[in-house]
T-cell receptor, first 110, second 118 residues
Framework: QQPVQSPQAVILREGEDAVINCSSS?????VHWYRQKHGEAPVFLMI?????EQKGHEKISASFNEKKQQSSLYLTASQLSYSGTYFC???????????FGTGTSLTVIP | DAGVIQSPRHEVTEMGQEVTLRCKPI?????LFWYRQTMMRGLELLIY????????DSGMPEDRFSAKMPNASFSTLKIQPSEPRDSAVYFC????????????????FGEGSRLTVL
């Protein structure tokens, strides 16, 4: 029931792009994305409610494919400040529990 | 505005001792969540409350764990007796019910309580 994220870890140079995938075994009502820096609490990035919806946050955007029960987070022109662990959170809808994904560690180097 | 406030930030205790973690959610938020984070298991939901009522405690590991929310501004997570495998960072989070629907709002996390059981 915990959504699976891929890749588990990625290292980028500043300015490079990355994609983080989140896959659920259950039909989804919404998907959240959070970023957690080392030693800190997770911080909300965005929520996607509709199938195929794409949202943006600075140079970070995401898509949500209801039919495939998947979401992807896109980081373009990465900055050092993007380093951290990214979690998706999946909401299957009323009566079901919200689960966080397995996490993806992202490291941006100069 | 004040965020979610947790205490203590760090707790070191010996096996068998009682541990109480505290959380003050953001004023006006209807939902309160307790999560546990470890390297092995990631972020696990332990229990969540809606309007002070426990809704789902299926994530509570065993009877040694208990959580209460006596009012809208305070919640506790208690471990008695504690064991070394309880060592983890415990996060409290709150959110606001939006638009009369099931909670689809963002979670606001506290800074966490790092528990070490020796």
């Amino acid at each position: 029931q915990q959504p699976v994220q891929s890749p588990q870890a990625v290292i980028l140079r500043e300015g490079e792009d990355a994609v983080i995938n989140c896959s659920s075994s259950k039909a989804l009502y919404s998907v959240h994305w959070y970023r957690q820096k080392h030693g800190e609490a997770p911080v909300f990035l965005m929520i996607l409610l509709k199938g195929g919806e794409q949202k943006g946050h600075e140079k970070i955007s995401a898509s949500f494919n209801e039919k495939k029960q998947q979401s992807s987070l896109y980081l373009t022109a990465s900055q050092l400040s993007y380093s951290g662990t990214y979690f998706c959170g999946t909401d299957p809808g009323p009566g079901n529990q919200f689960y966080f994904g397995t996490g993806t560690s992202l490291t941006v180097i100069p | 505005d004040a965020g979610v406030i947790q205490s203590p930030r760090h707790e070191v205790t010996e096996m068998g001792q009682e541990v109480t973690l505290r959380c003050k959610p953001i004023s006006g938020h209807d939902y309160l969540f307790w999560y546990r984070q470890t390297m092995m298991r990631g972020l696990e939901l332990l229990i969540y409350f809606n309007n002070n009522v426990p809704i789902d405690d299926s994530g509570m590991p065993e009877d040694r764990f208990s959580a209460k929310m006596p009012n809208a501004s305070f919640s506790t997570l208690k471990i008695q007796p504690s064991e070394p495998r309880d060592s983890a960072v415990y996060f409290c989070a709150s959110s606001l019910l939006a638009g009369g629907q099931r909670n689809t709002g963002e979670l606001f996390f506290g800074e966490g309580s790092r528990l070490t059981v020796l």
